[in-house]
């Protein structure tokens, strides 16, 4: 198949990480482990020549290709992509902003299914990323792990016997792996408990984030918990100091939502209530709004208050609301005013058509 | 000394290089750290938290070092992959992986402040370490080998060549 039409069918999927399915799903959105790798015989990006950049391309692009999974993998040459691809790849989270906007020689490995991401040529030379709906993140290290394996038997990494896989920036050296879990937290946002929460994950040297990663806002009710020291500690160690503390931050949000449906039960209702009304009848929409309202109504169906959609459909919308997927399912480059129709055209047309359609849908071990 | 801020001892002794005039500050621990936070917001060029991070560290890398020193240390550069200490300063992004060993001293107190730790206990490759330390000479030579054909020193390009085929072929 060819790429052009691989994207066409991505964009009207909704992808591994935002199945809804897989331990504690009502909560934990997805679980991805993330390893930075260098080949020890070029500079780091900052210093490599464009030459550099596309030898290193190359070695890894036939590392990679020879792997056991390589029929699996789709090869995308950024540089040969347009800009609303680009950015298609950045919302499903399979590259990073970094990765969209570079420049030169780079490049990413994909598998139809969206369970793993090898970006060539970012801030490392090598960005392995595994990722699993739901809390998963011993099969994401197993999966991240055997592509590293498979990897370094075709080439030599830089390492160093003290300081371990050495990266362009200090904050990855060592075991280069980032773990990380993205929480859908609306009850710890709406009861004003979130703030407090995050100061204590800071203490414990564990770093939050939006849905897009670094730098980005927390939209949605989106955040992303991983760890911040990548060196002194083994990637066991490091995913187990995550692992202990989600079921602590999802019991938290339950011991909330509890709390909402008790203390103001009309409220509670009328408020998701309401967000679904406005995101099936609203003429213009922003994207921000619907991300606010859509974490409402996925809060609703997880308490039982909204029968009419299940959790994969408002998932799906979650991806298919944001820009570039906007406009690639609508076939046309759009500008900003003529999003927001759009938007609120595909979400009437995506509600109203469900209505009765999935309401058994839904684990619902929150409610 | 007292801190500039409060009462509490100055124990971190920083030099500001960014307004032109060097600016001396004498800070106790907790306002040294509330003043690298700050120093730290303003956006980093590559856009991303590990960058700005690296930044705000790199920054205490000046703690305890005089204008002049830190002057010093930002002029040396890698003889791998041509990096200057400045430019690692500014981007928070080093050159190649020869900069852990030619910057260790300054470093090492930085990983140390991010980590914790300074020795790595996870997962290894397979190949031994000699054999990345002898491929990360490749870069030295890649680059003497086109400094050697721009000056038109061929015997030395020659030699250069060779080498550069044998670590290759030594894989």
């Given at each position: 198949?060819?790429?052009?039409?691989?994207?066409?069918?991505?964009?009207?999927?909704?992808?591994?990480?935002?199945?809804?399915?897989?331990?504690?799903?009502?909560?934990?959105?997805?679980?991805?482990?993330?390893?930075?790798r260098n080949l020890a015989s070029?500079?780091?990006?900052?210093?490599?020549?464009?030459?550099?950049?596309?030898?290193?391309?190359?070695?890894?692009?036939e590392a990679i290709l020879a792997s056991p999974d390589a029929s699996q993998c789709i090869y995308i040459d950024l540089e040969q992509l347009d800009l609303l691809d680009r950015q298609l790849l950045v919302e499903r989270q399979l590259i990073s902003r970094e990765l969209a906007e570079g420049k030169g020689p780079r490049s990413v490995v994909i598998d139809r299914a969206e369970r793993f991401s090898l970006m060539i040529n970012e801030e490392d030379?090598?960005?392995?990323?595994?990722?699993?709906?739901?809390?998963?993140?011993?099969?994401?290290?197993?999966?991240?792990?055997?592509?590293?394996?498979?990897?370094?038997?075709?080439?030599?990494?830089?390492?160093?016997?003290k300081l371990g896989f050495l990266t362009a920036c200090p904050t990855n050296v060592g075991t280069g792996i980032r773990v990380s879990v993205m929480l859908h937290l609306p009850a710890l946002v709406l009861t004003r408990q979130i703030e407090k929460i995050f100061?204590?994950?800071?203490?414990?040297?564990?770093?939050?984030?939006?849905?897009?990663?670094?730098?980005?806002?927390?939209?949605?009710?989106?955040?992303?918990?991983?760890?911040?020291?990548?060196?002194?500690?083994s990637e066991q160690e490091i995913m187990k100091r995550l692992g202990d503390i989600i079921p602590v931050i999802i019991d938290y949000e339950r011991k909330a939502r509890e709390l909402l449906v008790r203390e103001n039960p009309q409220n509670l209702h009328d408020r998701i209530s309401r967000a679904f009304g406005i995101l099936r009848t609203a003429q213009t929409i922003s994207s921000e709004e619907t991300m606010h309202l859509l974490s409402s109504v996925r809060m609703g169906v997880h308490l039982g208050l909204i029968h009419e959609i299940g959790i994969p459909k408002v998932n799906e919308l979650f991806l298919q609301t944001q820009p570039a997927h906007l406009q690639k399912i609508a076939g046309a480059e759009l500008d900003s005013t003529d999003r927001d129709i759009e938007r609120a055209r595909f979400l009437r047309r995506c509600l109203n058509k469900e209505e009765g359609a999935e309401s058994s849908q839904g684990p619902s071990s929150s409610g | 000394m007292k801190c500039q801020r409060c009462e509490k001892p100055a124990t971190f002794h920083i030099t500001e290089l960014t307004g032109g005039k060097p600016v001396e500050l004498h800070l106790c621990e907790d306002h040294a750290r509330e003043y690298l936070t700050q120093?730290?917001?303003?956006?980093?060029?590559?856009?991303?938290?590990?960058?700005?991070?690296?930044?705000?560290?790199?920054k205490q890398l000046a703690l305890g070092q005089t204008a002049d020193e830190l002057a010093e240390?930002?002029?040396?550069?890698c003889p791998y992959c041509g990096i200057t200490f400045y430019d690692f300063r500014h981007q928070g992004r080093l050159g190649c992986p020869y900069d852990y060993v030619f910057f260790e001293k300054e470093l090492h107190p930085l990983l140390l402040n991010i980590?914790?730790?300074?020795?790595?206990?996870?997962?290894?490759?397979?190949?031994p370490a000699e054999l990345s330390r002898r491929h990360t000479e490749l870069i030295r030579y890649r680059r003497q080998l086109q400094e050697a054909i721009q000056e038109e020193h061929y015997e030395l390009a020659s030699r250069l060549r060779d080498k550069i085929r044998e670590i290759e072929e030594s894989t």
């Open positions: 198949m060819d790429l052009v039409r691989e994207l066409e069918q991505m964009t009207r999927s909704r992808g591994e990480w935002l199945k809804g399915s897989g331990p504690e799903s009502d909560i934990v959105i997805s679980s991805r482990i993330r390893l930075a070029y500079p780091f990006m900052s210093r490599a020549t464009e030459a550099d950049r596309q030898r290193i391309q190359e070695t890894l692009k030379h090598l960005r392995m990323t595994a990722m699993a709906s739901g809390l998963n993140l011993e099969e994401v290290w197993q999966r991240g792990n055997q592509w590293d394996d498979w990897i370094e038997q075709k080439v030599v990494y830089a390492f160093d016997e100061r204590s994950l800071q203490k414990l040297d564990l770093a939050v984030r939006g849905l897009h990663g670094e730098g980005s806002q927390a939209t949605g009710d989106f955040y992303q918990i991983s760890n911040q020291a990548t060196l002194g500690l | 120093a730290g917001n303003e956006p980093a060029s590559a856009g991303s938290m590990a960058a700005l991070l690296a930044q705000q560290m790199a240390l930002d002029q040396q550069v980590h914790g730790e300074l020795q790595h206990t996870g997962k290894r490759p397979t190949h």
